[in-house]
């Protein structure tokens, strides 16, 4: 029973450079979300999706973005590094929409210098 | 603009102690309010919902307590265990904003043997 699965673990970006965050998850849950996490700082929504094919912007999506072409997988993708996006990247699910605890992974450490 | 704020940011006690961790909000129009426990390069776990029509929620040795009209809530650890050292963070979603919920920035426990 995987639950939220997040790779890589650790990355190091150069400025400029683009990468992509995986998430999968095997619990069937409809919603998916992206947070970020920086020190010292609760967790700031970047993107959501309430099912395959359909996404939104959260609180911080500059910079970012993603797609759902599955249940299963929602990856983060960022295209141009900046240090300000040096963080810690959690993905999480949940069955429903508000009425459901949140399962997250455990996380994808990213620095850009 | 809901603000979530955790306090103290961190506590250490003896084990065996009964605690007690705030979170206050600033819009009482919430939905729901979640505690959350984060260890240290992991993602975080979900404890204990607590529904805006309730008061409280159990599970085990934590009491979540919510008070929506004060703004407070109060996670209650009792007979605290080495087990117990992790970050707890409270989130609350608001009425109006059906998937964002709004992190504190937790407070970090350290039970001592």
């Known amino acids: 029973n995987a639950g939220v699965t997040q790779t890589p673990k650790f990355r190091i970006l150069k400025i400029g450079q683009s990468m992509t965050l995986q998430c999968t998850q095997d619990m069937n849950h409809n919603y998916m979300y992206w947070y970020r996490q920086d020190p010292g700082m609760g967790l700031k929504l970047i993107y959501y999706?309430?099912?395959?094919?359909?996404?939104d912007k959260g609180e911080v999506p500059n910079g970012y973005n993603v797609s759902r072409s599955t249940t299963e997988d929602f990856p983060l993708r960022l295209e141009l590094a900046a240090p300000s996006q040096t963080s810690v990247y959690f993905c999480a699910s949940s069955q429903q929409g508000k009425d459901s605890p949140l399962h997250f992974g455990n996380g994808t450490r990213l620095t850009v210098t | 603009k809901q603000e979530v704020t955790q306090i103290p940011a961190a506590l250490s006690v003896p084990e065996g102690e009964n605690l007690v961790l705030n979170c206050s909000f600033t819009d009482s129009a919430i939905y729901n309010l979640q505690w959350f426990r984060q260890d240290p390069g992991k993602g975080l776990t979900s404890l204990l919902l607590i529904q805006s029509s309730q008061r409280e929620q159990t599970s085990g040795r934590l009491n979540a307590s919510l008070d929506k009209s004060s703004g407070r809530s109060t996670l209650y650890i009792a007979a605290s265990q080495p087990g117990d050292s992790a970050t707890y963070l409270c989130?609350?979603?608001?009425?109006?904003?059906?998937?964002?919920?709004?992190f504190g920035s937790g407070t970090r426990l350290l039970v001592r043997p």
């Open positions: 999706s309430v099912g395959a094919g359909i996404t």
């Open positions: 989130a609350v979603r608001g009425m109006d904003s059906s998937y964002k919920l709004i």
